[in-house]
């Protein structure tokens, strides 16, 4: 463990082997500090940043069916929907409204929606909103949108870019390990296609994400191959800006099941700091860990608190439901001794927020 | 002047910490570095071994003659939702208890107007009635004030009583912050803190056990907790009656004080409150992580940060979800057990007075 340790701290890669120790060895303490050390160098400005956006799920209509999900409808289900473009618009424009940048649009994989449909909403949406961030349409979404409108998948993200797609986010990495996919998203695209249009798009000039669903029916070193997977493809010329490490939420799926505690979210998030030094930003997520583990998460790797959603779907609908505004945001990042700093998709900072200070006989230091 | 390398240095030597140095451990930003001085303390106490028990609260009644400006449930008799339950309806609470496997039953309630002291004796002889195996940890502080001027009793006299009639130790409920500044404005109709720790000096003396708690993120300084627990320390000295330190996270929910909660008080307050705690009471034997007001991701993540105790099973519990606490109402023992592994710990099933029973 103390050479695993010293090479952390010089800087030097881990094995697989020893990052697979880390996790299912190291105290979670030993663990928090190692992430620590490398987020403080990485972010050395002791900010937090938060960015302001929307989730617009435009439909649950879904071929893929994952067994881990809540939120997927088949077409004649009594609650399928697909919004109505108005519809859509309505909601940016009150994310606009309301101080946002980011639009991310995440739907299912809709059987009657090919390329045309998007690209007429985004261009619209570009023409209406031009200062929003387009941050739409993961891997999944992707493929099967090049899958029926019969084109290959740079010639769909080309399109898609020209009509007014900003970046990717990275859902639906779930675990990049085609024996888990198979398990619990047997009709999801694998992760060999998850990575080629995260390639192409960055080869395109689109920043993108990615994400890790753990908790699920993973080994601790499938874990670790969706890290080190993860690691290769943006050194091989991958734009991720942030990873982001959330975890299997099991109310009301086919999968069933317990989630991961609290310990082992900030062990898979502080391992993720740790493999992933390639990617400048680790966002906790406060929708599936609730705001006082969140704010714990900065401690482990964290310097992001992702979004925070005006509108979110996909998490509730397991039940797990989680609300946070401004003012609660600002709270749990300067709480934790941090400044907090409103950014861009792009993490370009927007303004920074001073602490408040509490009337009343405390001494809580300015 | 305090430094981390000189309070590292003296929580390695094994020397107690003076209060400026527990103050400057609450100003610090550097949570893993506090949290890392507490795990080596309660490694020392307790290696890899977390407590917990199978226990069920009963809250015999929400009626109270006090209204602390904090606590989402109290009523007034004629309020709507204003309970008292009867001797049979408590008796059903215990057996189901028993019959779930519980070694202890907690009572906790409001201070009723109109309850004639034979009640509490009653309430006692009922539970015990049930069942021997049944350790009632009963009253706080607060309470067996109020039992003593009710019975016209002085308190040792009253918790002699008390205990022939089935008390077995008592909890630590009703500390809040000690301070009278604060208190004055927390909770102004209920006794001074000084009055809590004499109550608990005698009950002490008395030879039963007790519990002490602390709530805070509310109006509270940190210089506030640094006194309550100093006064904690320094009676323990002189008693040695205290088993477990509980500090109670505020719960924001349904009360007048809501809007008063300490913004800066989230996750990473709880984890350094509780670290602190294990590393200035070097007197107490147990730092107890109470997940109902935690939730028990929190709870489980203080397993690294000198918590050795997870509370119970609790099986209905009405206080802190009165004021809006979002975790379960009760758990079972298999999800206490996991969450005691996946934080690489040994679960141990204690009894109310901390006999090890079983270790899973």
């Given at each position: 463990?103390?050479?695993?340790?010293?090479?952390?701290?010089?800087?030097?890669?881990?094995?697989?082997?020893?990052?697979?120790?880390?996790?299912?060895?190291?105290?979670?303490?030993?663990?928090?500090?190692?992430?620590?050390?490398?987020?403080?160098?990485?972010?050395?400005?002791?900010?937090?940043?938060?960015?302001?956006?929307?989730?617009?799920?435009?439909?649950?209509?879904?071929?893929?069916?994952?067994?881990?999900?809540?939120?997927?409808?088949?077409?004649?289900?009594?609650?399928?929907?697909?919004?109505?473009?108005?519809?859509?618009?309505?909601?940016?424009?009150?994310?606009?409204?309301?101080?946002?940048?980011?639009?991310?649009?995440?739907?299912?994989?809709?059987?009657?929606?090919?390329?045309?449909?998007?690209?007429?909403?985004?261009?619209?949406?570009?023409?209406?909103?031009?200062?929003?961030?387009?941050?739409?349409?993961?891997?999944?979404?992707?493929?099967?949108?090049?899958?029926?409108?019969?084109?290959?998948?740079?010639?769909?993200?080309?399109?898609?870019?020209?009509?007014?797609?900003?970046?990717?986010?990275?859902?639906?990495?779930?675990?990049?390990?085609?024996?888990?996919?198979?398990?619990?998203?047997?009709?999801?695209?694998?992760?060999?296609?998850?990575?080629?249009?995260?390639?192409?798009?960055?080869?395109?000039?689109?920043?993108?994400?990615?994400?890790?669903?753990?908790?699920?029916?993973?080994?601790?070193?499938?874990?670790?191959?969706?890290?080190?997977?993860?690691?290769r493809l943006q050194e091989e010329g991958g734009s991720f800006t942030a990873f982001i490490p959330w975890s299997y939420q099991p109310g009301n799926t086919e999968l069933g099941g317990k989630t991961a505690t609290g310990v082992e979210y900030l062990k898979a998030l502080a391992l993720s700091r740790i493999i992933l030094d390639n990617i400048p930003n680790i966002q906790a997520s406060w929708v599936t860990q609730g705001a006082k583990l969140a704010q714990v998460a900065l401690f482990f790797g964290a310097n992001d608190l992702g979004g925070t959603m005006l509108e979110e779907n996909v998490v509730a609908a397991t039940g797990c439901k989680f609300c946070m505004d401004m003012e609660e945001m600002l709270e749990m990042i300067h709480?934790?001794?941090?400044?907090?700093?409103?950014?861009?998709?792009?993490?370009?900072?927007?303004?920074?927020?001073?602490?408040?200070?509490?009337?009343?006989?405390?001494?809580?230091?300015? | 002047?305090?430094?981390?390398?000189?309070?590292?240095?003296?929580?390695?030597?094994?020397?107690?910490?003076?209060?400026?140095?527990?103050?400057?451990?609450?100003?610090?930003?550097?949570?893993?570095?506090?949290?890392e001085l507490a795990a080596l303390v309660n490694e020392r106490r307790n290696g890899r071994r977390v407590f917990f028990n199978i226990n069920r609260h009963i809250n015999h009644t929400n009626i109270c003659v006090n209204r602390c400006r904090f606590c989402a449930f109290s009523r007034t008799a004629d309020a709507p939702g204003a309970y008292c339950l009867d001797l049979e309806e408590i008796r059903n609470r215990a057996v189901e208890a028993a019959t779930q496997g519980a070694t202890e039953i907690h009572i906790v309630g409001g201070l009723h107007p109109d309850l004639p002291f034979e009640f509490y004796l009653d309430l006692l002889r009922t539970v015990r009635a049930v069942s021997s195996a049944l350790h009632i940890k009963a009253?706080?502080?607060?309470?067996?004030?109020?039992?003593?001027?009710?019975?016209?009793?002085?308190?040792?006299?009253?918790?002699?009583?008390?205990?022939?009639?089935?008390?077995?130790?008592?909890?630590?409920?009703?500390?809040?912050?000690?301070?009278?500044?604060?208190?004055?404005?927390?909770?102004?109709?209920?006794?001074?803190?000084?009055?809590?720790?004499?109550?608990?000096?005698?009950?002490?003396?008395?030879?039963?056990?007790?519990?002490?708690?602390?709530?805070?993120?509310?109006?509270?300084?940190?210089?506030?907790?640094?006194?309550?627990?100093?006064?904690?320390?320094?009676?323990?000295?002189?008693?040695?009656?205290?088993?477990?330190?509980?500090?109670?996270?505020?719960?924001?929910?349904?009360?007048?004080?809501?809007?008063?909660?300490?913004?800066?008080?989230?996750?990473?307050?709880?984890?350094?409150?509780?670290?602190?705690?294990?590393?200035?009471?070097?007197?107490?034997?147990?730092?107890?992580?109470?997940?109902?007001?935690?939730?028990?991701?929190?709870?489980?993540?203080?397993?690294?940060?000198?918590?050795?105790?997870?509370?119970?099973?609790?099986?209905?519990?009405?206080?802190?979800?009165?004021?809006?606490?979002?975790?379960?109402?009760?758990?079972?023992?298999?999800?206490?057990?996991?969450?005691?592994?996946?934080?690489?710990?040994?679960?141990?099933?204690?009894?109310?007075?901390?006999?090890?029973?079983?270790?899973?």
């Amino acid at each position: 463990m103390k050479t695993i340790e010293s090479k952390i701290y010089n800087g030097e890669q881990l094995a697989r082997a020893e990052a697979l120790r880390l996790l299912t060895e190291a105290d979670l303490l030993v663990l928090g500090k190692l992430a620590d050390s490398i987020r403080r160098r990485l972010h050395p400005d002791n900010l937090v940043t938060f960015v302001v956006d929307r989730n617009v799920n435009y439909t649950n209509i879904c071929e893929s069916k994952c067994r881990f999900c809540a939120f997927y409808r088949d077409e004649g289900a009594a609650d399928a929907y697909l919004l109505a473009e108005e519809n859509i618009y309505q909601k940016i424009e009150e994310l606009v409204a309301a101080g946002g940048t980011q639009l991310l649009m995440q739907g299912g994989l809709h059987p009657g929606l090919g390329i045309e449909w998007f690209e007429r909403l985004f261009r619209e949406i570009k023409r209406r909103f031009p200062q929003v961030q387009n941050h739409s349409l993961s891997p999944a979404e992707i493929t099967h949108t090049a899958g029926i409108s019969g084109l290959s998948v740079p010639e769909t993200i080309r399109r898609l870019n020209i009509a007014g797609l900003d970046s990717i986010p990275g859902g639906g990495a779930e675990i990049l390990v085609d024996s888990v996919r198979r398990e619990i998203s047997p009709r999801k695209i694998g992760w060999e296609e998850w990575a080629t249009v995260m390639l192409e798009g960055a080869r395109q000039g689109l920043p993108t994400t990615a994400t890790m669903m753990f908790g699920s029916r993973e080994r601790p070193d499938d874990l670790v191959e969706h890290l080190f997977r993860v690691r290769r493809l943006q050194e091989e010329g991958g734009s991720f800006t942030a990873f982001i490490p959330w975890s299997y939420q099991p109310g009301n799926t086919e999968l069933g099941g317990k989630t991961a505690t609290g310990v082992e979210y900030l062990k898979a998030l502080a391992l993720s700091r740790i493999i992933l030094d390639n990617i400048p930003n680790i966002q906790a997520s406060w929708v599936t860990q609730g705001a006082k583990l969140a704010q714990v998460a900065l401690f482990f790797g964290a310097n992001d608190l992702g979004g925070t959603m005006l509108e979110e779907n996909v998490v509730a609908a397991t039940g797990c439901k989680f609300c946070m505004d401004m003012e609660e945001m600002l709270e749990m990042i300067h709480g934790a001794g941090f400044q907090a700093a409103q950014r861009t998709t792009l993490y370009r900072i927007l303004q920074k927020f001073e602490r408040k200070h509490r009337d009343g006989g405390t001494d809580i230091k300015p | 002047m305090a430094t981390h390398a000189s309070i590292s240095g003296k929580v390695h030597a094994g020397e107690r910490l003076t209060d400026d140095e527990a103050l400057f451990l609450f100003e610090s930003p550097d949570l893993l570095s506090i949290g890392e001085l507490a795990a080596l303390v309660n490694e020392r106490r307790n290696g890899r071994r977390v407590f917990f028990n199978i226990n069920r609260h009963i809250n015999h009644t929400n009626i109270c003659v006090n209204r602390c400006r904090f606590c989402a449930f109290s009523r007034t008799a004629d309020a709507p939702g204003a309970y008292c339950l009867d001797l049979e309806e408590i008796r059903n609470r215990a057996v189901e208890a028993a019959t779930q496997g519980a070694t202890e039953i907690h009572i906790v309630g409001g201070l009723h107007p109109d309850l004639p002291f034979e009640f509490y004796l009653d309430l006692l002889r009922t539970v015990r009635a049930v069942s021997s195996a049944l350790h009632i940890k009963a009253f706080t502080a607060v309470e067996i004030d109020y039992l003593a001027a009710l019975a016209g009793l002085s308190v040792p006299e009253t918790l002699s009583i008390l205990r022939e009639a089935g008390l077995g130790s008592l909890p630590g409920g009703g500390a809040e912050i000690l301070r009278r500044e604060v208190r004055d404005r927390l909770c102004p109709e209920k006794i001074s803190g000084e009055r809590w720790l004499t109550v608990m000096e005698e009950v002490h003396r008395a030879g039963l056990k007790s519990n002490a708690t602390m709530l805070y993120g509310h109006l509270e300084s940190h210089a506030d907790r640094v006194d309550h627990m100093r006064r904690l320390r320094d009676l323990q000295d002189r008693t040695g009656g205290f088993q477990a330190f509980i500090p109670l996270a505020f719960q924001a929910g349904n009360n007048p004080l809501g809007h008063l909660k300490n913004p800066a008080s989230g996750g990473v307050d709880d984890l350094k409150t509780l670290a602190i705690a294990r590393i200035y009471l070097d007197n107490f034997a147990n730092i107890k992580a109470y997940w109902v007001m935690l939730g028990e991701k929190i709870a489980q993540v203080s397993l690294a940060f000198g918590v050795n105790d997870l509370d119970g099973t609790v099986m209905e519990e009405n206080i802190g979800h009165n004021a809006g606490a979002a975790s379960p109402q009760a758990m079972g023992i298999d999800e206490i057990v996991n969450l005691i592994r996946k934080a690489g710990r040994l679960p141990v099933e204690r009894d109310t007075l901390y006999n090890e029973l079983k270790t899973y």
